[in-house]
Every structure is written in C-alpha cells, then in structure tokens.
C-alpha cells in the first residue's frame, strides 16, 4: 500500500501508537493535517504525555469495534503480531495498511535530504545532536529520534527545511516485512557509529546482521556520502567492510591519525569535556560539550562531519554543541538522598554498559560506583553476551544484576545467565550479586550504600521503577559515614 495516496484530513489509526517511534509518528501525522486515532494495549508516559498534549485520542486496548468507521490508513506497529484483534479485523476486511518506516517513506522523506543515523550504539545521542545542530544553524530540519531530545522536549519536529534527520533502526519493519527499518529511509547522507551484534532475536548471527548495514550503505546515491567511526583497533574491521559497499564519498572520524576527522587534546571538566578537531590535517575548531565519555566526543566528531558537508561554520556548531542536552535516560541524574546520587541510563550491550561506567567515573570523580543492570533487552536477554559482560560490568565497585525480563519466554539453553555472569564478575575482584525483584535490590543497595557512592541504574525499560524505589527508601534512612573508594 503506498502511503502517498493519502491526503490531510483524512483518518489514519495506529496500531501500537505506545511505542516509542509510533507515538511521535502519530504527532508527525497530526501536524501534517491528519485525523489520528490510535491503539495499544497500555500507554504511558513519555508516549501518553505527547498524545494528550497533542489532542490525540487512543484506546488502551485492542478490540474490533475501534476500527469503526474504518479509517483510511492502518499503521501496523512492529510490535503487533498475528492474533491481535485489530490487525485481523484489518486483514478480513482488506483495510489500507502499512507500516510505521513505509509512512516515513512515503509521507515525510519525499523532497527532502535524507540524513540517517545507524549503527549499533550512539545513533539516538547523534541523531538528536544533528538535530539540534540544524536547528541553531537556522536549517530548520524535520528529526525523528529515538528518544526524548531534551533540547527539543519531544522525540520529533517538522521544521520544513531541507533536511530530515533519522535514527536509523536495523530493528524488523512489520510482521509483513522483516527488513529493517532503514531500508526505507533511503539515505542521501548515512552514518554509521559502530557496528557489533545485537537483536539476537531476529539476526541469526553476527553476518547476517552486518549484511543488513552492507545494504544499507550500498542504497546511498553516488551524490550522497557516508561517514563513519575509522578508529581501525576499535570499531573492527565489520564497520570498514560495510563501508566498502559505498558508491559515493565516504569520510571517517575517530582518535588515531588517518582518520578524516580528528579529536584531540580531550579535556573533562566536571560536566563538560572540551575538545579539539582538526579536519584532514588542518585545525578545524575548539568545541566543549556538556557531558562526559568519549563515545560522547564520537558522537559529536559524526555531527560534525555531517553538518560540514551540508556547509554548516565551525561557529555555529561550537555554539549548537555547548548547548546541546542530550537524550533522556543517557546518564539522566534521577536525584540524591542523603549523599547518594542515583543515575538512570538506557545501556543495554556490554559495550554500552563499559561505556556508560567509564564516562559516569569521569564525571563524578571519587564516587564508588554501582553497576545495576537488568538483563532486559532481547540481546541481553540471551546466552550472546555471556562472556562479555562480566568484563564490562567490573568495571563498577559493586554489582547487582536484576532477573531476566520474561525469563519464562526463553529456553534455560538460550537464556542468560544472572548467576553465572555475577561469578565472572567477582572472579575478576568486584563483588557482584543477582536478586531479581526491583524492591528487594533496593532494599539491599539501600542498606549498602554510603554517601559519595553513585547508584547507576541500566536498562532499556523502567526496571520496574527501581530509581524511584531506590530514592524513595535512601530517604527514609538515617545519615550515614561515607565509604572509600577502593583502587
């Protein structure tokens, strides 16, 4: 079903409109002069704030009878499975339906430069930083993020310039097209922050996983260009081989000499890191940052090189950069009680997990550092990362490891491990642990913990509201000495 055929004014109802992409989506449709209807089996914030604030009215639940009078357009979320009532209400009764990428496609890219944002970790910070960097520079772009970019408040905007800036998710499209959503974004200019296995529930292995962002690469028009992390020892040699594919120019930015884009002279300050680019060679500018990590000066080398090639000044983008804010849930400070600071971030990958502790030390220098973790993504879920993430995981003081997210849905085989990750761990000298309910580890940690420690809480969810819990029962406690940091 081709998308284009709709007109402004007429009804289009998302199925799963909850969802972190489809609910932007739904206010993007809403802006363009749509009537938007929507269904979910529960709604919540950030996705329920967006929509009543927009005036966008959704069942939270699925049955038939929502589909009447039927709408003009479904849009079949990926969450959305044979079985549910809509989707075959929809099938029996041959409604207009496509899915969430194809509305992208047909709808919102058509005109404009497609910018895309892939790659493993980092693409939802870069995403939102591009955006940002557009719109101080007065381009004026349209953005979809993955997240809530704070800078902007909300996860999208319809600017009507030139550019539309994507994250682009290797995630599958629909249960009618199990490619990825990036295929249909169709890149005019692509990036690509890091390329390692991940979404072990739809990739077989690392190979066909690298091949979806082979193909990726090999859509981008001869007038396009990529760019794309060049720091040989660390971004492996799966990032290059996709790189490869390009029929257009292609720049890399990194740390090592021989990259296009070059950072150096890399200084952190509390909560800002400054930092220095030189461009083939030559002094490109001085630039600071509000935030700590290297993945986040990365992340800022990719916007960079992007905006230059769409003749963006090094002016603007020092001032865009200093004020950027990043995305929600990225090293996000829930509060502190009595002199603990409990920390909310979406890590859900060994690497993501290392990185997040490495660049959580930088910045709040002297803390003991607690590492919990839920095992919640799909990835993460799963056997995959079963050697790598004690390593990342050691890198904290202490560690609590929560229980699986629906356990029960996994053979033991093909199951992580909890138990077995935390004995990696405290065989590589940290003391680790697993309690899997979110009240009992706030309960241990409460007890635990003393002022000056840092409580980093991980997940791709809410982990069961445990920073609120965590606060909430560090408040209620009576004043403690602080506890040395160990070496």
């Known amino acids: 079903m081709n998308a284009t055929l709709l007109k402004p004014g007429q009804h289009v109802h998302l199925l799963g409109i909850g969802g972190s992409a489809m609910a932007p989506v739904a206010g993007m449709l809403r802006e363009a002069g749509f009537r938007v209807t929507g269904s979910d089996s529960g709604v919540y914030p950030p996705a329920s704030t967006l929509l009543e604030t927009l005036g966008i009215s959704y069942f939270s639940s699925f049955d038939a009878a929502h589909l009447a009078p039927a709408p003009d357009l479904v849009v079949v979320g990926n969450v959305i499975a044979r079985g549910n009532a809509e989707l075959e209400e929809v099938l029996d009764r041959k409604l207009r339906y496509c899915s969430m990428p194809q509305i992208i496609e047909d709808v919102f890219l058509p005109g404009h430069h497609s910018i895309v944002v892939g790659g493993t970790h980092g693409k939802t910070t870069t995403t939102a930083m591009l955006a940002w960097i557009f719109h101080v520079a007065g381009k004026r772009p349209d953005f979809l993020v993955g997240g809530i970019a704070e800078n902007f408040g909300k996860s999208y905007g319809l600017g009507g310039g030139e550019e539309f800036i994507l994250e682009g998710d290797e995630y599958e499209t629909a249960f009618f097209d199990r490619g990825p959503k990036f295929f249909h974004y169709h890149p005019d200019t692509l990036v690509l922050t890091s390329l390692e296995f991940d979404h072990a529930d739809i990739y077989a292995d690392f190979a066909a996983y690298e091949l979806a962002f082979r193909r990726l690469v090999n859509l981008v028009p001869r007038s396009g260009r990529v760019v794309h992390w060049g720091d040989t020892e660390e971004s492996g040699p799966a990032i290059r081989a996709a790189a490869e594919k390009a029929f257009c120019a292609v720049e890399t930015y990194g740390f090592r000499e021989g990259n296009d884009w070059l950072a150096g002279d890399v200084v952190v300050e509390g909560d800002c890191t400054r930092f220095r680019v030189a461009y083939r060679g030559r002094e490109f500018g001085a630039f600071s940052l509000a935030a700590s990590g290297r993945h986040n000066v990365l992340n800022a080398l990719a916007g960079i090189a992007v905006a230059h090639s769409r003749g963006i000044s090094a002016e603007s983008l020092a001032k865009a950069l200093a004020s ?43 803390r003991r550092v607690w590492a919990l973790l839920e095992p919640r993504s799909n990835s993460m879920r799963r056997r995959v990362f079963q050697e790598a993430l004690p390593l990342a995981l050691a890198l904290a003081d202490r560690v609590v490891l929560g229980g699986v997210f629906r356990a029960q849905q996994l053979d033991e085989a093909e199951r992580l491990s909890p138990e077995s990750v935390a004995e990696s761990v405290r065989k590589l000298g940290r003391d680790a642990r697993v309690i899997a309910d979110s009240s009992a580890i706030a309960e241990f940690v409460a007890g635990e913990a003393r002022p000056g420690d840092l409580l980093l809480v991980m997940s791709n969810g809410s982990f069961d509201g445990l920073c609120e819990k965590l606060l909430k029962r560090l408040a209620a406690l009576p004043q403690r000495p602080a506890e040395t940091v160990r070496p």
């Open 324 to 366: 950027f804010r990043s995305v929600r849930r990225r090293m996000d400070v829930k509060g502190e009680a009595g002199g603990i600071l409990v920390v909310d971030d979406f890590a859900h990958h060994p690497t993501a997990v290392r990185a997040t502790i490495e660049a959580a030390r930088l910045r709040w220098p002297g």
